[in-house]
């Protein structure tokens, strides 16, 4: 049979943070496009956020076994061993009774034994790596691959021949907006916008930072925080004029979000790296501390795409003042807004398909 007329079951496999689940959906979403063609279904943590994202994009979900490999003594690694084991069994055992035609992985520990179980059976597989840095989970799955898609081109190398570099798939394209909602979020057109994203793994320390600048940040500017689940301030929202707090936004909000701001502070995790770069918003980026993020951070830097902030460094006082800078400074926010646009390639989403086609058939 012709691979454009069958239908094909691919799944999709990552979790634990957002950032191993919104390529792959961005990938889903552009497939879901040839209409019929494709049945999908994923495999993830009980304890990330992936199913909730998973199954509002209408993909059913089902959880493995989680564990991981520190690089670094922990009895927690003894404990995991077993729990990966386990997740390799339960994935042979769901494989085998799915029989898909292809597995496709954006990286974090889960996706490991179900990569391996495919492998055992015969089951195409494709990774996608994000990070500038390879992750030790996407080094265990890459002999057991057909195809590792990344994200820059000094990616490369680190995969042999086969690696393609794609740039990074991402949802947001999929959510153009043209109108600018600011009463929807309770924002005034006559002041500055700042999207602060502070929720997610890791970035407590960006919502401390806004708590503690928020009397002098809302006298020149107008703030969309997202803080995460289960990371707002009781009644901190109604206190502070100018102030507009949120745990979670989906997709769609993000993209609106995106649109009202003027400019925007985040961590350095390459899905949102990817959209700010996409949007060409001018950005402030504050790395995780002796992580993967500094490898991304230092090409935005190098590339003058983005205001680099280094977390041990920033106090109340200078998060407010590089804030002002940047606001008052409309011509760095232009060189920005170019710089970042032109920092990644573009269109992964249809890249990654174009490959996906040419592993099927």
């Not at 195409?124 to 057991?144: I, S």
């Not at 901190?236 to 949120?246: A, D, G, P, W």
Request: hydrophobic fraction near 40%.
């Amino acid at each position: 049979m012709d691979a454009k007329n069958k239908k094909y079951k691919i799944l999709l496999t990552g979790g634990g943070t957002a950032g191993s689940v919104s390529p792959l959906l961005a990938v889903a979403e552009e497939l879901k496009r040839e209409e019929n063609k494709f049945d999908f279904f994923w495999l993830g943590t009980k304890y990330g956020p992936e199913q909730i994202m998973v199954e509002e994009a209408g993909i059913k979900f089902k959880a493995i076994s989680g564990g991981k490999w520190r690089r670094y003594f922990s009895w927690q690694n003894l404990i995991d061993i077993f729990k990966i084991k386990l997740a390799f069994w339960q994935a042979l055992v769901i494989l085998l009774k799915s029989r898909p035609d292809l597995v496709i992985s954006a990286g974090s520990f889960v996706s490991v034994p179900v990569v391996w179980a495919a492998w055992l059976l015969g089951v195409k597989v494709l990774v996608h790596q994000q990070d500038t840095r390879p992750g030790l989970a996407n080094r265990l799955m890459a002999p057991f691959t057909q195809v590792i898609t990344v994200c820059f081109e000094s990616s490369l190398k680190d995969y042999g021949k086969k690696a393609v570099w794609i740039g990074n798939p991402t949802r947001i394209t999929n959510y153009e907006l043209r109108i600018t909602n600011y009463k929807k979020y309770n924002l005034s057109e006559n002041l500055p916008v700042i999207l602060v994203i502070g929720g997610g793994t890791g970035a407590q320390s960006i919502n401390q930072l806004v708590w503690q600048s928020l009397s002098e940040l809302t006298k020149f500017c107008q703030i969309i925080h997202l803080v995460g689940k289960d990371k707002r301030i009781k009644n901190q929202e109604s206190r502070i004029k100018n102030y507009n707090v949120y745990e979670f936004l989906d997709v769609g909000q993000m993209a609106e979000a995106y649109r009202l701001a003027d400019i925007v502070v985040s961590r350095c995790g390459l899905g949102t790296l990817s959209e700010l770069s996409y949007l060409g918003k001018p950005s402030i980026i504050i790395p995780i501390p002796d992580s993967h993020q500094e490898d991304n951070a230092a090409i935005f830097s190098q590339n003058q795409a983005a205001i680099v902030l280094q977390q041990q460094d920033l106090s109340g006082n200078k998060f407010v003042r590089e804030i002002k800078n940047l606001v008052s400074n409309k011509a760095l926010q232009e060189k920005l807004s170019k710089n970042i646009n032109q920092v990644m390639k573009r269109g992964a989403n249809e890249a990654m398909v174009e490959i996906i086609w040419k592993i099927l058939k």
